[in-house]
């Protein structure tokens, strides 16, 4: 079972102006309610990102269900991954804290399911010794929960992320050890926001958030998931995933009005230039998953994700003159 005191757990809270009151409270109940399971009151860290009407909703919700949760208000909204910084940074102050649980604010990342993340990260320590190691909380599927394109697209970037990071190992001469997430599928739902991380990983975690201090790349507000994936298993942490439950469909998403392949192309490019890939590298890992994702075999949807490729590719054009490979799409007949 869960061993709570030595067990942080941290979640990164934003809503639209457009979720209700009593919505947002909702929301926060399911997500804090039984929390005690995961984490003693100490360990428990709520971070508000930059919305100031939350904070009194987020104190009516603790005082009733979790009345020592430690509440950061941010003043500034910085992205999710500066309330996953913020709290990695915290629980590291605690050196009796072995592991560090992230869940998001919405109620889909279940208490009941933690335990089954918390027994494949020990089994990892068990097997494997003093190393990062990082459980993924993987949904079975992505389609109901985020719909059909953008489950297309993290799927496409979870199999693309997984390539690229064995081709940067590979030329350490070392292979990633995949045996704790291949029982479900070549990569992980490393999108998911649910993971367990030990204290390793976590340190791994917050080097690679710290990353762009400028905030150049925006990675506070894009990177909160797929930034510290990159830099743990860049650093040969261990992923393992256990499936979890999930919404069949999200009552709130931040998601709605962003421009999909640019959104999601800007991830991947930077994945791309983390393991320097050359462009024509690149264009392989990424045509090997077009070449056969649902999405390309509808009209609008190729056209959307042969744009995606191209904003994929242009940042790593080394030449003005260099060309962007063509799209060759697999066998002519089937």
Request: aromatic share 10%; proline share 5%.
């Amino acid at each position: 079972m869960a061993k709570p005191s030595n067990i942080f757990m941290i979640v990164p809270a934003w809503f639209s102006n457009q979720v209700a009151d009593e919505q947002v409270e909702q929301l926060l109940t399911a997500t804090f309610q039984g929390v005690e399971r995961i984490a003693k009151p100490r360990n428990q860290f709520l971070y508000l990102d930059g919305v100031e009407r939350i904070f009194p909703i987020a104190n009516k919700v603790l005082q009733k269900v979790s009345p020592h949760t430690m509440v950061e208000n941010a003043l500034e909204n910085r992205g999710k991954g500066a309330g996953v910084l913020a709290g990695l940074k915290k629980g590291m102050e605690n050196e009796t804290v072995k592991w560090f649980v992230v869940r998001d604010a919405d109620g889909d990342h279940r208490v009941e399911d933690f335990q089954g993340m918390l027994d494949v990260g020990r089994q990892i320590e068990e097997e494997c010794g003093d190393v990062p190691i990082l459980a993924v909380g993987g949904r079975w599927r992505l389609e109901p929960p985020l719909s059909l394109y953008r489950a297309a697209y993290e799927v496409i970037l979870n199999e693309c992320i997984q390539s690229a990071l064995r081709y940067a190992l590979a030329r350490e001469n070392y292979i990633p050890d995949e045996t704790y997430f291949r029982q479900y599928r070549r990569a992980p739902d490393l999108q998911s926001g649910y993971k367990l991380y030990n204290r390793n990983a976590a340190q791994l975690a917050i080097k690679g958030l710290e990353s762009d201090p400028d905030n150049e790349q925006n990675l506070l507000r894009w990177g909160a998931e797929i930034v510290p994936y990159v830099w743990n298993v860049k650093h040969r942490a261990i992923v393992g995933e256990r499936l979890r439950s999930t919404y069949r469909e999200q009552p709130v998403t931040a998601y709605g009005s962003i421009k999909r392949a640019e959104f999601y192309a800007q991830k991947l490019a930077w994945v791309f230039a983390q393991c320097e890939l050359s462009m024509w590298n690149a264009a392989h890992i990424l045509d090997n998953e077009l070449t056969d994702a649902p999405l390309m075999f509808d009209a609008m949807g190729k056209t959307e994700l042969l744009a995606f490729r191209k904003a994929v590719l242009l940042p790593l054009k080394r030449r003005e003159a260099d060309g962007i490979p063509p799209f060759r799409g697999g066998v002519r007949f089937l």
